[in-house]
């Protein structure tokens, strides 16, 4: 099983090389660096530690998760993502590859509501809106979620056959949404959840950004739950 590891990156020169340095040895056949529109130096920091890097120019996680989907070779079998502010433990990827690699899952979240959260590290509006996303989705499609976090691998035919599409906010959400139609299996398995290394997070820190991000993450599910409606006739 040959895995990938990606981590979009958004102006994180300053821990990115904190987080390469913590991708266990020999886990990843690939470890992609996502410069997501940087103007700061984490292309070039990736770079001296050693990962490969592409360029998505068009900000949004979406669109530099769909960059990188589109660059790894064909013989990558997993994909994991991973956030590049090292609120998330690289060396926890194992956990999210072992029910695969059992061939016991499709997809696996990386739960931060089951794992263990550093306090402050969730914010309350971080929480209620993962509750309040969660809560839609069990309603509409029965389907039992705790959390929507980044931190998750899949097979890549399995995502292939999901067609996700560009996003800025909700590429997240849109997946698990989709895993649910297609039919895919999915676990979750606890993680743990540290305060971002350095900086400020671009959404769940800035009160404007998390609130057009928990407005995206509701019309999506709705959106994609009425196509699904439609399509079934």
């Excluded at 895993?179 to 820190?205: C, D, F, M, Q, T």
């Amino acid at each position: 099983m040959r895995a990938a590891l990606v981590i979009p990156a958004l102006n994180e020169a300053e821990v990115i090389s904190q987080t390469l340095a913590q991708v266990p040895t020999g886990l990843f056949a690939t470890v992609l660096v996502v410069d997501n529109g940087s103007t700061d130096e984490t292309a070039t920091v990736a770079l001296r530690c050693g990962a490969q890097v592409v360029s998505e120019p068009d900000r949004g996680y979406g669109n530099a998760c769909l960059r990188a989907i589109a660059t790894l070779p064909e013989s990558t079998d997993v994909l994991v993502f991973l956030q590049a502010d090292l609120s998330e433990d690289p060396a926890e990827a194992a956990l999210l590859l072992a029910p695969i690699a059992a061939d016991e899952a499709d997809l696996v979240i990386g739960s931060r509501v089951l794992g263990r959260v550093e306090p402050g590290a969730l914010l309350p509006h971080q929480r209620f809106g993962n509750q309040l996303a969660t809560a839609m989705i069990h309603v509409l499609y029965g389907q039992r979620y705790t959390d929507l976090g980044a931190f998750r691998a899949i097979r890549r035919d399995a995502l292939k056959r999901l067609g996700m599409q560009p996003g800025r906010y909700a590429w997240t959400v849109e997946m698990q949404v989709r895993a649910i139609e297609h039919g895919l299996r999915v676990v979750e398995v606890p993680v743990s959840y540290k305060k971002r290394a350095a900086g400020v997070n671009k959404i769940s820190g800035q009160f404007v950004a998390s609130v057009s991000a928990g407005v995206t993450i509701l019309w999506t599910i709705v959106r994609l739950w009425w196509q699904y409606r439609l399509s079934r006739g």
